[in-house]
């Protein structure tokens, strides 16, 4: 896999994610409008259907792994 890497700070804690249902949509929603000024995500849309064509996102240790592991979502 190749790709570019961007950093951003989440507004919450890791904890406070995993109590939501929805924690990890929340997270990557937040994450996409935080770096929207940073990010042209046309570049990311390889077959043009108007969708980033895949995403991988890091948290960090510490968190509930069984939360994290293996979060997959379209949207």
């Not at 000024?37 to 991988?56: F, K, P, R």
């Amino acid at each position: 896999m190749t790709g570019n890497v961007f950093h951003y700070t989440a507004k919450g804690t890791i904890a406070s994610y995993e109590k939501m249902n929805d924690g990890y949509e929340t997270l990557v929603r937040e994450v996409l409008s935080g770096l929207n000024d940073t990010i042209d995500y046309t570049d990311y849309n390889s077959d043009g259907d108007g969708y980033i064509d895949a995403l991988c996102l890091s948290v960090p240790s510490g968190g509930n792994a069984d939360f994290w592991y293996g979060c997959t979502a379209s949207w």
